[in-house]
């Protein structure tokens, strides 16, 4: 199976900013559409953002547009998620997912679409 590895998390104040990354080994030879997760403790996991290896699409729920962004680069296999101007809101355990194919605007958000997750790096904002 498909090993994902997400580091780049830690404890910020409200405004500051952090870079997830997540590594693995075959988005480019296989097309992958990957996808960035939080789950807050006994909340639901929702999704943040996801991209496309395939075509280089990229997707955002409402509530981080204009603060994260997410990029991928091809030759390190690796995709990023740049969070700004953090909230505290924003805390939570956060996960990257992969599954081969194209990211689709219905699928890319539901967490069953993926067939691959990695353990997830802590984020935590505070006042």
């Known amino acids: 199976q498909l090993q994902l590895v997400e580091s780049g998390g830690g404890s910020v104040q409200a405004g500051e900013s952090l870079r997830l990354s997540c590594v693995a080994s075959?988005?480019?030879?296989?097309?992958?559409?990957v996808a960035w997760f939080r789950q807050d403790s006994g909340k639901e996991r929702e999704a943040v953002a996801g991209?496309?290896?395939?075509?280089?699409?990229?997707y955002y729920v409402d509530s981080v547009k204009g603060r994260f962004t997410i990029s991928q680069e091809y030759a390190k296999t690796t995709v990023y998620l740049q969070m700004n101007s953090l909230k505290p809101e924003d805390s939570a355990m956060y996960y990257c997912?992969?599954?081969?194919?194209?990211?689709?605007?219905?699928?890319?958000?539901?967490?069953?679409?993926?067939?691959?997750w990695g353990q997830g790096t802590q984020v935590t904002v505070s006042l």
């Open positions: 997912a992969a599954v081969a194919g194209l990211c689709y605007e219905g699928q890319w958000y539901q967490s069953e679409y993926y067939d691959y």
């Open positions: 075959e988005y480019v030879r296989r097309g992958y559409c």
């Open positions: 991209v496309s290896f395939l075509n280089g699409r990229t």
